[in-house]
């Protein structure tokens, strides 16, 4: 059980980089997601220097709407997976996060008028340098059997630069489900940033 509120950053350098920590800011994943890859797999690591492999992120596909991204851990085994809900997300972004072929969580996103009017606002001199600080997307994890019962909030914090995130626990979860929610999430963000 990690320790609560999570913060999720996002930097650049050559290759997009996520950094996820704890509150008390023990590095947690090291993500590096390499530019231009047509068939999407992500190495998620336990430390900076990328020499600890924690999971492996593959989408079944070639770029797609509908990929289904799979989790696997370091000794290869199967630990879960994420996939977009296809033509009902277009307009508020919904994931689903299978065990198997099972549903057992879903994201959805609380309010999508937010990234409307980040889109919106963006275009526009001058003022687009302040939707990053104004308009800050939330969203919700809840069992796929109870959308009332949230476990996890997602939440994008003010900035003018960079994109950072707090992760809070509503629910207590087992271990394996914290972990595969946590990977969701991340894989999550990074489709919604590619979608504009």
């Known amino acids: 059980m990690h320790q609560y509120p999570l913060h999720?950053?996002?930097?650049?350098?050559?290759?997009?980089?996520?950094?996820?920590?704890?509150?008390?800011?023990?590095?947690?994943?090291?993500?590096?997601?390499?530019?231009?890859?047509?068939?999407?797999?992500i190495g998620v690591f336990s430390d900076k220097e990328r020499s600890q492999l924690k999971y492996e992120i593959k989408a079944d596909r070639i770029i797609d709407f509908s990929a289904r991204y799979n989790f696997t851990d370091s000794a290869g085994r199967d630990i879960g997976a994420v996939k977009r809900r296809g033509l009902r997300s277009i307009w508020r972004a919904r994931y689903d996060i299978f065990n198997g072929d099972e549903i057992v969580y879903t994201i959805t996103e609380k309010n999508p008028w937010v990234k409307i009017a980040d889109a919106l606002f963006a275009e526009i001199p001058i003022v687009g340098l302040f939707t990053g600080f104004v308009f800050n997307p939330?969203?919700?994890?809840?069992?796929?059997?109870?959308?009332?019962?949230?476990v996890m909030l997602l939440e994008k914090k003010p900035s003018f630069f960079s994109r950072i995130f707090t992760i809070k626990m509503l629910d207590k979860l087992e271990e394996y489900d914290e972990e595969k929610v946590l990977l969701s999430m991340i894989m999550m963000l990074l489709l919604e940033k590619a979608r504009g």
Do not use: N, P
């Not at 997009?16 to 997601?33: A, G, P, V």
């Open 8 to 41: 999720l950053k996002f930097t650049w350098s050559f290759a997009q980089q996520i950094f996820l920590t704890d509150d008390s800011d023990e590095l947690l994943f090291c993500i590096r997601q390499k530019m231009f890859k047509l068939k999407e797999v």
């Open 138 to 150: 939330v969203y919700q994890v809840h069992r796929s059997t109870d959308e009332g019962h949230i």
